[in-house]
């Protein structure tokens, strides 16, 4: 393995120098950066003439936000009658007095997005905090086919199902409904003195599944937290059921590498922790060849735009349903393969951290949620330390 440590000291000042010292420009000349992110997962019902008030929880803060929406899985043209976003105020879908904006495409309120298409919004001048929960709130007036979004938010956002004029209102009483998916938004990038941000990419174990829903204690959440004195963005770039060799919820790793991390503003760090749902697909993915490859054109295409790569081992699963004996043998071999294959920037050994000492092909009790495959709250506490101890040391 290439000898690469404290991975953050060479983005500061291999990749981005300047950005080492403190910064001075004025606020309209910071730059843009990654503060939040849902990776389209798939499509589900549109929701015609209401208004989705989604929560989303920043990871740094700056002087304005853009949101970027996404048709990119739909197959019509998606009408958006209103756009806002405001910083939430405590629990449920009320905003804070005097924070709540209207975004804009080119200056109008309105946009059309072709199907297979994103859009950005024009910069919104509303200040936020690192650690803020924001509503973005999208009203689609009629049917647009398809509604792209994102499976597992493990966040509750809200609904009014009478949406015509609601994306304005800041005490959020029409919002009567509650959901568990976010809708059309894919992403909030932040102007501020960001250095960079880091992309977490991945499948469900980054997605969140088996943490408390509502508490943003997905690893990545918590990697926000480690870095925040170090002022990096992160970007859960995970969705449940994804696979690094096919498609299968969700493009594959490698279909959607470009539009979920490489081209995400001012990424400098992408760790991947993807593979285990191809072991357990149908059909299985058994040859650590196939694994190597793929992993070696991520690395690649990433390099290619200056990004360092950090590689995350596959985590034990014994005792799941889809667990067996010649699986486990194919872990091990994409494991070993991670670690002294000599591809990645650096290694964050989460086998190691979460596995049971005494039965090493299961998850330690203190981490298992039950389902024998996912991490629960403190799970992902340790797996969040085991990739900032890989990207600080």
Known sequence: MRTVVRILAVVLTALVPGLAAPAVAEPAALPWTGGWEAAPSGTTAPLPGAAVRNVVHLSIGGTAVRLRLSNRLGTEPLRLGAVTVALRRAAGPAAV???????????????????????????????????????????????????????????????????????????????????????????????????????????????????????????????????????????????????????????????????????????????????????????????????????????????????????VTLTPYGGHPAWTAAREAVRQRVNAFIRGGGVFDAVADADAAVRDPAAPTRLSPAYDPGDHLHFDDAGMSVVADTVHRALTH
């Open 97 to 311: 007095p005097g924070t709540l904006h209207t975004a804009t495409f080119h200056g109008a309120p309105r946009t059309t997005v072709p199907p297979g298409a994103d859009t950005v919004t024009d910069p919104v001048p509303l200040p936020v905090p690192a650690g803020a929960d924001l509503l973005v709130t999208v009203y689609t007036p009629d049917d647009s086919g398809p509604a792209t979004y994102h499976r597992t938010a493990l966040r509750t956002s809200y609904l009014a199902r009478s949406g015509a004029g609601r994306a304005a209102d800041e005490d959020g009483t029409a919002y009567t409904a509650t959901t568990a998916h976010w809708y059309y938004v894919t992403g909030v990038d932040v102007r501020g003195a960001a250095r960079g941000s880091i992309v977490a990419f991945g499948d469900s174990l980054t997605d969140g599944t088996g943490s408390t829903p509502d508490t943003d204690r997905r690893w990545p959440d918590r990697l926000a937290q480690r870095l925040r004195g170090h002022r990096f963005g992160v970007l859960n770039a995970g969705i449940a059921g994804n696979r690094l060799l096919r498609d299968g919820t969700g493009p594959s790793a490698l279909a959607r590498l470009d539009a979920d991390a490489l081209d995400r503003p001012r990424v400098r760090v992408l760790v991947v922790l993807e593979g285990v749902n191809d072991i357990n697909g149908a059909p299985a993915a058994s040859d650590p060849a196939a694994y190597a490859a793929a992993y070696r054109t991520l690395v690649a295409r990433a390099h290619a735009r200056g990004i360092r790569v950090v590689g």
